[in-house]
């Protein structure tokens, strides 16, 4: 004699693909709200961060005597970098030369807004002072300023 089959549906049913959609849809979108600030949020560090790494190569090579002369940073915000459209470039000398061979350029992102000083920063051989300056970078509603004293040391605040 043959026992009753049961059988177990196999597959989901409409109402568990439906709520499994729904619930995916939910966490992506969560995900992407959070993720769209992050974007700016970083280009601005970067920027911040490449400035920085700038002028730490600058101080360190006029106290590494490099060429046995001072070494600065120059931004230009125009047509003067022959690598990318806006940079940083780490110069040695006392004066910035566009063009010279042992200029180092470092890209600077077009988001930011990046108040200059009327002179560039400018490390002295040897022990690395400078005149101080402040450099200020912008973004919507993030700013900071990049602080250079006597001694040459750079503070981000």
Same mark, same amino acid.
């Given at each position: ?10 597959? /989901?049913?409409?109402? *568990?693909? =439906? !709520?499994?959609?729904? @619930?995916?849809?939910?966490? %992506? ?5 959070? $993720? ?7 280009? /601005?560090?970067?920027? *911040?961060? =490449? !400035?920085?790494?700038? @002028?730490?190569?600058?101080? %360190? ?5 490099? $060429? ?30 566009? $063009? ?58």
């Amino acid at each position: 004699m043959r026992s009753p089959s049961t059988s177990t549906p196999e597959g /989901f049913t409409l109402v *568990e693909i =439906t !709520l499994a959609l729904g @619930l995916f849809a939910l966490v %992506a979108g969560l995900g992407l709200g959070f $993720g769209l600030g992050n974007g700016a949020a970083g280009r /601005f560090r970067r920027e *911040e961060s =490449t !400035l920085i790494g700038a @002028l730490r190569l600058a101080r %360190a090579e006029a106290m590494r005597n490099v $060429g046995r002369a001072a070494h600065g940073v120059h931004y230009d915000p125009g047509a003067g970098c022959r690598t990318y459209r806006r940079c940083y470039v780490v110069f040695k000398g006392d004066r910035f030369e566009p $063009g010279a061979s042992g200029n180092v350029e470092f890209e600077s992102n077009a988001t930011v807004q990046v108040a200059w000083p009327d002179r560039d920063p400018i490390f002295n051989e040897l022990d690395g002072t400078a005149e101080p300056a402040v450099i200020g970078l912008a973004q919507g509603r993030r700013s900071n300023s990049i602080a250079i004293n006597y001694e040459g040391q750079i503070d981000a605040r």
